[in-house]
């Protein structure tokens, strides 16, 4: 059996209320809390970097587990990281003492939670020699919405944060059961940060345009393009990975997706046949890349919700188009 044995988040001390985020983007505070389902987030001090939220989500691990005892590190987090062309997850590992794992990164953008477990899993039972591995992921991505582009403004809940997950054979409070993925490569080019990559390197000219921030270049044609499929799609991969785990819908007792505006949330919900109390929203913390599923498992175990046998969803998307969803069974 291969499941989650720990989970881990921290959170940055800089909290932005939906009173600050309203005077950056004209945007009244009742609407920024009631359609876009923010009331605070956190942003890290300048001083912190993806890296660093992600070694102090691992350390939280690391509290009851030998770091020498950690086989494999996978950076799961933002592709926004301390440094373009870098592997933070070569830093993470040193920095928490994991001298006996071999680190990599895992980059899909805010749908790499629920395929870092899928590739966890996999991994553990392709090979003999390996009993833990240490997801970790960290998000600065409050630092790339450019509140003056109207464009991208209504990005205002990407947020920081870090996250850490254990995946480990034989565990003791759940299991991880099977996986549903869908990519949709039409939308590539709809999201993205224009300037720095090989396309437009790094310029006066960028930074005078702006172009270092996330931008979306056309956001109505993309609106017309993803509304139809977007929710069909969460709605696919979560039944998906429900049934490749010999599971059902009326199994499911715990959602755990992404931080989204409200209505698509309620949506999802309503398709689903779940009521609000079974899944978190984290309308207290806002979008943080791929970590948002992990923080939700962390919040659900924290507040007791998960009891034994219950099973639980972990899902999200991310730009590019991917929808993804693992389901998990949980033991203790």
Same mark, same amino acid.
């Given at each position: 059996?291969?499941?989650?044995?720990?989970?881990?988040?921290?959170?940055?001390?800089?909290?932005?209320?939906?009173?600050?985020?309203?005077?950056?983007?004209?945007?009244?505070?009742?609407?920024?809390?009631?359609?876009?389902?923010?009331?605070?987030?956190?942003?890290?001090?300048?001083?912190?970097?993806?890296?660093?939220?992600?070694?102090?989500?691992?350390?939280?691990?690391?509290?009851?587990?030998?770091?020498?005892?950690?086989?494999?590190?996978?950076?799961?987090?933002?592709?926004?990281?301390?440094?373009?062309?870098?592997?933070?997850?070569?830093?993470?590992?040193?920095?928490?003492?994991?001298?006996?794992?071999?680190?990599?990164?895992?980059?899909?953008?805010?749908? +790499?939670? &629920?395929?870092?477990? =899928? !590739?966890? %899993?996999?991994? *553990?039972?392709?090979?003999?020699?390996?009993?833990?591995? /240490?997801?970790?992921?960290?998000?600065?991505?409050?630092?790339?919405?450019?509140?003056?582009?109207?464009?991208?403004?209504?990005?205002?809940?990407?947020?920081?944060?870090?996250?850490?997950?254990?995946?480990?054979?034989?565990?003791?409070?759940?299991?991880?059961?099977?996986?549903?993925?869908?990519?949709?490569?039409?939308?590539?080019?709809?999201?993205?940060?224009?300037?720095?990559?090989?396309?437009?390197?790094?310029?006066?000219?960028?930074?005078?345009?702006?172009?270092?921030?996330?931008?979306?270049?056309?956001?109505?044609?993309?609106?017309?393009?993803?509304?139809?499929? +977007?929710? &069909?799609?969460?709605? =696919? !991969?979560? %039944?998906?990975? *429900?049934?490749?785990?010999?599971?059902?819908?009326?199994? /499911?007792?715990?959602?755990?997706?992404?931080?989204?505006?409200?209505?698509?949330?309620?949506?999802?919900?309503?398709?689903?046949?779940?009521?609000?109390?079974?899944?978190?929203?984290?309308?207290?913390?806002?979008?943080?890349?791929?970590?948002?599923?992990?923080?939700?498992?962390?919040?659900?175990?924290?507040?007791?919700?998960?009891?034994?046998?219950?099973?639980?969803?972990?899902?999200?998307?991310?730009?590019?188009?991917?929808?993804?969803?693992?389901?998990?069974?949980?033991?203790?």
């Amino acid at each position: 059996m291969i499941g989650i044995e720990a989970t881990s988040i921290f959170e940055p001390e800089y909290i932005e209320t939906a009173a600050d985020l309203a005077k950056k983007t004209s945007i009244p505070e009742k609407v920024i809390i009631e359609k876009f389902g923010l009331r605070q987030k956190r942003v890290a001090r300048e001083s912190m970097h993806a890296s660093d939220l992600a070694v102090a989500a691992g350390r939280g691990i690391l509290e009851n587990i030998d770091p020498k005892a950690i086989d494999v590190v996978i950076y799961f987090g933002s592709p926004f990281k301390d440094y373009q062309v870098w592997t933070a997850s070569s830093k993470i590992q040193y920095e928490l003492g994991t001298i006996n794992a071999f680190s990599f990164e895992l980059m899909n953008v805010s749908s +790499s939670f &629920p395929v870092a477990l =899928k !590739v966890a %899993k996999d991994m *553990l039972y392709s090979d003999k020699d390996l009993k833990n591995i /240490l997801l970790v992921g960290g998000s600065k991505e409050s630092m790339i919405v450019n509140y003056e582009n109207p464009r991208s403004r209504f990005m205002f809940n990407f947020a920081d944060g870090g996250a850490a997950a254990l995946v480990t054979k034989n565990p003791t409070k759940s299991e991880i059961l099977s996986s549903s993925i869908i990519t949709d490569g039409s939308f590539s080019q709809d999201v993205l940060v224009p300037g720095g990559g090989s396309v437009k390197p790094v310029s006066k000219e960028v930074v005078e345009k702006e172009e270092h921030y996330i931008d979306v270049p056309d956001p109505l044609r993309m609106k017309e393009r993803l509304d139809p499929v +977007s929710i &069909p799609n969460f709605t =696919k !991969v979560i %039944k998906q990975a *429900l049934e490749k785990s010999d599971a059902s819908l009326e199994d /499911l007792k715990m959602l755990l997706p992404l931080h989204t505006k409200r209505s698509m949330f309620t949506e999802i919900l309503g398709n689903l046949g779940l009521s609000d109390k079974q899944a978190i929203y984290l309308n207290e913390h806002g979008h943080m890349s791929a970590l948002d599923p992990c923080y939700g498992l962390y919040l659900a175990e924290e507040r007791g919700l998960l009891n034994s046998g219950d099973i639980a969803v972990v899902v999200s998307a991310g730009t590019g188009y991917t929808w993804a969803a693992t389901a998990i069974r949980w033991l203790a």
